[in-house]
């Protein structure tokens, strides 16, 4: 596209049945922020959109469970929501719900005109049905087998393992996710948009018209999609819960949630444009408009294939000129979970971090989900912040806040001659906005993250190499212009950061007193950004180092929640067949202390002790080396079954059996008397 006159950013609608966390900010939020901020600092007409999808199935359930409405819900989960976005300087020119009047009217317009082009095809099909529930079960009312991978817990419309997307009745061993029943199936009266008659737009839209420009796992999963074949596809539910279907005969139906959330782009837009004097109509529908959809992988599917499909149906809309959506980011190894709360929430890392939304911005940036999968680790964080925001940025910045005070009252120098070195690095400040802009409009925000930095450690360097504080001693003409040009890449780095470091920016155009407008294009230009005698204010930290207790108290906290799910998954074995008393004393257990203790070699699991069991001291060979130290259990008491047939374990042979039980962590604990008794004492 020939430069666009306006840009349409759509981030995600969140999904109101919980708070956000770091997993949605690095896949979808961060990233369309920093295209946001940057192309209005280029001066770029934008409207970034986003607002709450309300609607579904997974409302009204969880409001059943909490035992409230489902507007209880998604009023809570909204304001959540909101605030997070806020706080974390998501700057988004309108942000919606779609449980508004602007959107309800939107979605029921765009239905009915799409039926009266005769878009839909009407069908009476046998859908499953939960009697005693009284509800047809589609979405998120249903579970079970995923026809594609064999996934037993996916849902009716999506499974959340492969990722496909398919029909409640396409599921293996279908349950209802309310009572629990196997589901009875029932005729039912709904419109399908026929997806198959839209391949050949399809084919020829995305799978010829983007493949140099889309992300390649985007493109790869629309590929795949379309060469599978395309199905029609439900866009009517039986639920109470949504937007009404605005045809006659309808009553007790709804919209689809995924046909009526991404409308909600649309009447978000509306909303904006009504507030701000603007036609929105310039951001859908004129040929000039760029639109980009910023998405994580699991919602592909909607917004390459059913969007455009509904948007090129309705015939009025332009497509989107790109959709690139993030992989996922996991947590120190696991997936992001919000069921199992394995998860940085954001507004709890606000409690625990204060004031410190940019280094969560920037560390989920510099190791963003951009073409694989990747792991959030609390110590990759730690590293980001001290070794490059801390050690980098912020010393960089304090040394020449510092020194322009100490040596000049905070006034910029009037520099002498440029040596060959300052010429080199007044020319290089230039190119950086152009670099990292071209990263970004490439969508590649690790990469500009980079580049940012790499401009704080040209001025890191500079510092280094011209050594002002011992020039000051023999040259003071010379620290004049040494200073000069440290305080103009500082003034470049405070323009250049704003889309990735917002607050910090602003701390920093603060410290140094420019104005706020200074823009992109006066970095590439302008060799003066900050002119000699401009005064500015006194240092202030912009970073500050993140000690390792803070760490490990997220660590610990992470591990707590892996004990408190293992807990709550734990299945207690049932009860093993009834014996006779006889049987039991036949086993002959007795109380020992372990006198030696060493591994056994070549392997992972065994030691080898002695125990002293009171009828004499034994070789016996436990599993227990990945618990337990041999150092630390030697003198321990412990409970050995002595008459067990001795056999032998790698070479070496065992006369008895330890008793063990299992920890929540997975490790093995000794079952031991509680007070010490002397070596031979039955159990019994
Ligand atoms: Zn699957």
Same mark, same amino acid.
């Given at each position: 596209?020939?430069a666009?006159?306006?840009y349409?950013?759509?981030?995600a609608?969140?999904?109101?049945?919980?708070?956000?966390h770091?997993?949605?900010?690095?896949?979808?939020?961060?990233?369309?922020?920093?295209?946001a901020?940057?192309?209005?600092l280029?001066?770029k007409?934008?409207?970034?959109?986003?607002?709450?999808?309300?609607?579904?199935?997974?409302?009204p359930?969880?409001?059943?469970?909490?035992?409230?409405?489902?507007?209880?819900?998604i009023?809570?989960?909204?304001?959540?929501?909101?605030?997070?976005?806020?706080d974390?300087?998501?700057?988004f020119?309108?942000?919606?719900?779609t449980?508004?009047?602007i959107? %309800?009217?939107?979605?029921?317009?765009?239905f009915?005109?799409?039926?009266n082009?005769?878009?839909?095809?009407?069908?009476?099909?046998?859908?499953?049905?939960?009697?005693?529930?009284?509800?047809?079960?589609?979405?998120?009312?249903?579970?079970?087998?995923?026809?594609?991978?064999g996934?037993?817990?996916?849902?009716?419309?999506?499974?959340?393992s492969?990722?496909?997307s398919?029909?409640?009745?396409d599921?293996?061993?279908?349950?209802?996710?309310?009572?629990?029943?196997?589901?009875?199936?029932?005729? *039912?009266?709904?419109?399908?948009?026929?997806?198959?008659?839209?391949?050949?737009?399809?084919?020829?839209?995305?799978?010829e018209? %983007?493949?140099?420009?889309w992300?390649?796992n985007?493109?790869?999963?629309? !590929?795949?999609? +379309?060469?599978?074949g395309?199905? #029609?596809?439900a866009?009517?539910?039986?639920?109470?819960?949504?937007? #009404?279907v605005?045809?006659?005969?309808?009553?007790?139906?709804?919209?689809?949630v995924?046909?009526?959330?991404?409308?909600?782009?649309?009447?978000?837009?509306?909303?904006?444009?009504?507030?701000?004097?603007?036609?929105?109509?310039?951001?859908?529908?004129?040929e000039?408009?760029?639109?980009?959809?910023?998405?994580?992988?699991d919602?592909?599917?909607?917004?390459?294939?059913?969007?455009?499909s509904m948007?090129?149906?309705h015939?009025?809309?332009?497509?989107?000129d790109?959709?690139?959506a993030n992989?996922?980011?996991?947590?120190?190894?696991?997936?992001?979970?919000?069921?199992?709360?394995?998860? +940085?929430?954001?507004?709890?890392?606000?409690e625990e971090f204060?004031?410190?939304?940019?280094?969560?911005?920037? =560390?989920?940036t510099?190791?963003?989900?951009?073409?694989k999968?990747?792991?959030?680790?609390?110590?990759?964080?730690?590293?980001?912040n001290?070794?490059?925001l801390? @050690?980098?940025?912020?010393?960089?910045?304090?040394?020449v806040?510092?020194?322009?005070?100490?040596?000049?009252?905070?006034?910029?120098?009037?520099?002498?001659d440029?040596?060959?070195?300052?010429?080199?690095?007044?020319a290089?400040? $230039?190119?950086?906005?152009? *670099?990292i802009? !071209?990263?970004?409009?490439?969508?590649?925000f690790?990469?500009?993250s980079?580049e940012?930095?790499?401009l704080?450690?040209?001025?890191n360097?500079?510092?280094?190499?011209?050594?002002?504080?011992?020039v000051?001693?023999?040259?003071?003409?010379?620290? $004049?212009?040494?200073?000069?040009?440290?305080?103009?890449?500082?003034?470049?780095?405070?323009?250049?950061?704003? #889309?990735?470091?917002?607050?910090?920016?602003?701390?920093?155009?603060?410290?140094?007193?420019?104005?706020?407008?200074?823009?992109?294009?006066d970095?590439?230009?302008?060799t003066?950004?900050?002119? @000699?005698? %401009?005064?500015i204010?006194?240092a202030?930290?912009?970073?500050?180092?993140i000690?390792d207790?803070?760490i490990e108290?997220?660590v610990?906290?992470?591990?707590?929640?892996?004990?408190?799910?293992?807990?709550?998954?734990?299945?207690t074995?049932?009860?093993?067949?009834?014996?006779?008393?006889?049987?039991?004393?036949?086993l002959?257990?007795?109380?020992?202390?372990?006198?030696?203790?060493?591994?056994?070699?070549?392997?992972?699991?065994?030691l080898?002790?002695k125990?002293?069991?009171?009828?004499?001291?034994? =070789?016996?060979v436990s599993g227990?080396?990945?618990s337990?130290?041999?150092?630390?259990?030697?003198?321990?008491?412990?409970?050995?079954?002595?008459?067990?047939?001795p056999r032998?374990?790698r070479?070496v042979?065992?006369?008895?059996?330890?008793l063990m039980?299992?920890?929540?962590?997975? !490790?093995?604990?000794?079952?031991?008397p509680?007070?010490e008794?002397?070596n031979?004492?039955?159990?019994?």
């Amino acid at each position: 596209m020939s430069a666009p006159k306006r840009y349409t950013i759509t981030a995600a609608l969140p999904y109101t049945n919980g708070p956000i966390h770091i997993g949605h900010l690095a896949g979808v939020y961060v990233p369309a922020d920093i295209y946001a901020r940057y192309l209005r600092l280029i001066g770029k007409d934008v409207a970034y959109i986003s607002g709450s999808d309300e609607h579904g199935a997974a409302i009204p359930m969880r409001a059943k469970k909490e035992g409230v409405s489902p507007q209880v819900i998604i009023d809570k989960y909204h304001g959540i929501i909101k605030k997070s976005f806020l706080d974390f300087g998501i700057s988004f020119d309108n942000y919606s719900r779609t449980s508004s009047k602007i959107h %309800h009217e939107t979605a029921s317009d765009f239905f009915t005109k799409m039926y009266n082009d005769g878009e839909f095809i009407e069908e009476v099909s046998a859908q499953l049905y939960d009697a005693e529930a009284n509800q047809f079960l589609a979405d998120r009312f249903v579970v079970g087998t995923c026809p594609k991978c064999g996934f037993e817990e996916s849902y009716g419309d999506q499974c959340e393992s492969c990722g496909t997307s398919h029909n409640a009745t396409d599921l293996i061993n279908p349950k209802s996710a309310i009572t629990g029943n196997i589901p009875t199936v029932k005729e *039912t009266k709904h419109w399908f948009l026929p997806l198959d008659k839209h391949e050949d737009f399809l084919r020829k839209w995305i799978l010829e018209g %983007h493949k140099k420009d889309w992300k390649p796992n985007v493109y790869g999963q629309v !590929k795949s999609w +379309v060469e599978d074949g395309l199905r #029609p596809r439900a866009v009517t539910r039986d639920l109470d819960w949504g937007i #009404p279907v605005p045809l006659e005969g309808a009553d007790g139906k709804v919209l689809y949630v995924w046909f009526d959330a991404p409308i909600g782009y649309i009447s978000s837009t509306k909303e904006w444009a009504a507030r701000e004097g603007k036609n929105w109509e310039d951001y859908w529908k004129k040929e000039d408009t760029k639109m980009v959809h910023f998405i994580g992988k699991d919602n592909i599917v909607f917004h390459c294939i059913i969007f455009p499909s509904m948007l090129k149906a309705h015939g009025d809309y332009i497509l989107p000129d790109n959709v690139p959506a993030n992989e996922f980011l996991n947590l120190e190894g696991n997936k992001l979970s919000t069921s199992k709360n394995w998860a +940085v929430w954001l507004h709890e890392y606000l409690e625990e971090f204060p004031n410190q939304q940019d280094v969560l911005r920037y =560390t989920l940036t510099a190791n963003a989900p951009e073409s694989k999968d990747n792991d959030f680790t609390w110590k990759d964080f730690q590293a980001k912040n001290n070794n490059e925001l801390v @050690a980098i940025f912020g010393n960089f910045i304090n040394r020449v806040v510092v020194l322009t005070n100490k040596y000049y009252n905070g006034i910029v120098p009037e520099p002498n001659d440029f040596s060959e070195i300052d010429e080199d690095v007044l020319a290089t400040i $230039k190119e950086f906005p152009l *670099t990292i802009g !071209k990263s970004i409009e490439r969508y590649r925000f690790r990469e500009a993250s980079q580049e940012l930095m790499s401009l704080a450690r040209l001025g890191n360097k500079y510092l280094a190499d011209e050594e002002p504080w011992k020039v000051i001693k023999l040259d003071e003409e010379r620290v $004049k212009t040494i200073m000069y040009v440290a305080l103009q890449i500082s003034a470049a780095l405070a323009v250049v950061s704003e #889309p990735f470091l917002p607050f910090s920016a602003t701390k920093l155009k603060n410290i140094l007193n420019i104005s706020a407008s200074l823009s992109w294009e006066d970095v590439t230009e302008n060799t003066v950004l900050l002119p @000699a005698t %401009h005064q500015i204010n006194k240092a202030e930290l912009l970073f500050s180092k993140i000690e390792d207790k803070e760490i490990e108290a997220q660590v610990e906290k992470l591990a707590a929640t892996k004990i408190a799910n293992e807990q709550e998954n734990k299945v207690t074995a049932p009860q093993k067949e009834t014996i006779e008393f006889e049987d039991f004393t036949k086993l002959d257990i007795r109380v020992g202390t372990i006198l030696e203790a060493e591994k056994v070699a070549k392997t992972k699991k065994l030691l080898k002790l002695k125990v002293d069991v009171g009828i004499d001291i034994r =070789t016996i060979v436990s599993g227990i080396a990945e618990s337990f130290s041999p150092e630390e259990i030697i003198g321990l008491q412990v409970s050995v079954l002595v008459n067990l047939a001795p056999r032998k374990i790698r070479g070496v042979e065992s006369q008895g059996m330890i008793l063990m039980t299992d920890t929540p962590d997975g !490790k093995l604990a000794f079952v031991a008397p509680t007070k010490e008794v002397k070596n031979g004492q039955a159990v019994s």
